[in-house]
């Protein structure tokens, strides 16, 4: 092979690189970790907003994760920037294992009250979720009470992904409040000493 590698690369070193690529967003986690430390507030409001951005990135309301998380973090007296930064930890890279587990969590929950009968697909997913937008518009707009209906009847998946995401927004936001004010105190007194 005239444009090929003299000496093939090893296994490990391939995999070490690809896992390495995964992993790196270096500038990106700066990027965030500048982006919460120039945010200002109490401990106790930055951990209430991004408790309630990552929270509601188990829901399965995309397109309105940042409203909703501005919204409840407003509500509850959390950081409204920090909620913002919160709802990055749905992306591209989680969405699909978070819509799977709440999708398999929700048929858990509701074993013997509803059932699905098509098979769990990003097509499927990616027509509610349009599906949902429209309930969204229809609401917000029009208010046409017939078409409104219409909608609601057509969502076979998502209702399942809401039951499913209750038990891990709950989880999420616990963990990750607690997690983030023991964070938050720790800084605030290293700053003071310095």
Excluded: D
């Amino acid at each position: 092979m005239p444009f090929g590698r003299k000496k093939k690369k090893k296994l490990i070193i391939s995999i070490y690189n690809f896992i390495k690529i995964f992993f790196a967003f270096s500038r990106t986690k700066k990027y965030i970790s500048l982006s919460i430390k120039r945010i200002k507030g109490t401990p106790q409001a930055l951990s209430l907003g991004l408790a309630t951005g990552i929270a509601i990135s188990f829901t399965p309301f995309i397109g309105l994760h940042a409203l909703l998380a501005i919204f409840i973090s407003w509500v509850i007296g959390g950081s409204m920037a920090a909620a913002l930064i919160g709802t990055l930890f749905g992306n591209p890279w989680t969405f699909p294992f978070i819509w799977y587990f709440t999708f398999e969590i929700g048929q858990f929950i509701n074993y013997g009250f509803l059932s699905y009968e098509e098979e769990f697909s990003f097509k499927v997913i990616k027509k509610e979720v349009s599906t949902l937008l429209a309930i969204v518009k229809n609401i917000i707009i029009f208010a046409n009470i017939f078409e409104l209906e219409e909608n609601v009847a057509k969502l076979k998946l998502i209702p399942f992904m809401v039951v499913g995401s209750i038990p891990l927004v709950f989880i999420s936001w616990i963990f990750s409040y607690f997690s983030f004010l023991i964070i938050f105190k720790s800084y605030k007194k290293k700053v003071k000493k310095k």
